[in-house]
């Protein structure tokens, strides 16, 4: 005898099987939501440098006195520093620039590397000591020189600090590597300006934190012809 079900209880199961349906769906959502914001927050997703994180950038491969290799890493350096921010990052990448251009296929020694900025971060400072080790020797004084910013250099307009020469001590060769304005988000280096002098509204730091995330991806994620300007220094 074949069974038949009534038609209110074959409506009663289509419905059970459709919240399944539903339910799984929403789950698969959900699942892609959560993923898509700590990728957010983790600096994988952005207008510019999709898909890389900090951890992506290569090693940069330096010499100590003895001649031993040594590579160093952006998480080496972010350790050093106490976390990877905004100035860490870009005179990481201006260093690892640098030594591509200055050295091309040569491996660096540590004493032979001279940097001179406006900065006075404690990031392009702590990325310079960790990878040269050119602030703390008393040898290497000298190495590591901040000179004062250029007249265009204002409290608004503070790109002009971004900047960095290196200097390849055994044959003079200079370098300039600066951070192009364009890199940085608008209203970020006004709003960084401003935290320094008096504190941010609950909005205001939400905003700059955001902001500040962008330029980070940005510093990750373009290729040094778009984040720096490049020109040869005469020599003295």
């Known amino acids: 005898m074949v069974r038949v079900d009534s038609p209110k209880k074959t409506r009663f199961k289509g419905a059970q099987d459709l919240l399944k349906v539903m339910a799984k769906k929403l789950m698969v959502l959900s699942a892609a939501v959560l993923l898509f914001a700590y990728a957010l927050c983790s600096g994988y997703i952005g207008q510019a440098g999709a898909g890389k994180a900090a951890s992506d950038l290569p090693v940069i491969a330096v010499r100590n006195n003895e001649g031993k290799p040594i590579n160093i890493s952006i998480e080496d350096v972010g350790k ?3 976390d990877i921010c905004p100035c860490v990052l870009f005179a990481y990448r201006a260093i690892q620039s640098a030594v591509e251009r200055l050295w091309a296929d040569e491996m ?4 032979d590397i001279r940097m001179i900025t406006p900065s006075t971060s404690p990031g392009a400072r702590d990325a310079f000591e960790f990878i040269a080790r050119a602030v703390t020797r008393p040898e290497r004084r000298g190495d590591f020189r901040v000179e004062e910013a250029s007249e265009e250099s204002r409290p608004d307009r503070d790109a002009h600090n ?4 290196f200097i390849r001590k055994s044959t ?5 590597v600066r951070v192009k304005d364009a890199v940085f988000p608008e209203g970020f280096l006004r709003m960084k300006q401003k935290r320094t002098s008096q504190a941010l509204s609950p909005s205001e730091r939400e905003r700059f934190e955001e902001l500040k995330r962008e330029l980070m991806r940005k510093v990750v994620g373009l290729p040094p012809e778009e984040l720096f300007t490049f020109r040869e220094v005469n020599r003295s």
């Open 108 to 111: 660096p020694y540590r004493s």
């Open 172 to 176: 003079d060769e200079r370098l300039e």
């Open 80 to 82: 050093y520093h106490g």
């Open 162 to 165: 971004f900047a960095y020469t």
